[in-house]
């Protein structure tokens, strides 16, 4: 697809935020620029509640998205790579096992 024909154009900005009264919904709007957008934050969330993209490449089916550092970015960022790392998965598993054992030593089981 020609990028005249696309819905949206390289450079477009998406803002996101997740409906407050129903955290399985996810909503958006597209806007001409960050300044645009922040300025269209809906009333309803928390203030900070949102992320900003800008779309990196399309062809109209697959979109590529550019995290911007607005509103949560850095909490998604940070997020994000907290729950990928395996040592605080088996961290968590590890303190989990020993603070069981610890517990149970406590109350005298063993």
Known sequence: M???????????????????KDYNILESSMHYSVDEALKNVP?????????????????GV????????????NQYKYGMEFFDNDLVFYGFIALTIFGTYSFLKLIKVF
């Open 43 to 59: 009333k309803n969330i928390k203030k900070h509640d949102f992320l900003i993209f800008e779309l990196v490449s399309t062809d």
């Open 2 to 20: 020609t990028e005249d024909k696309l819905p949206y154009k390289t450079g477009t900005i998406k803002l996101t935020w997740i409906n407050p």
């Open 62 to 73: 697959q979109y590529k998205w550019k995290l911007l550092p607005y509103g949560r970015a």
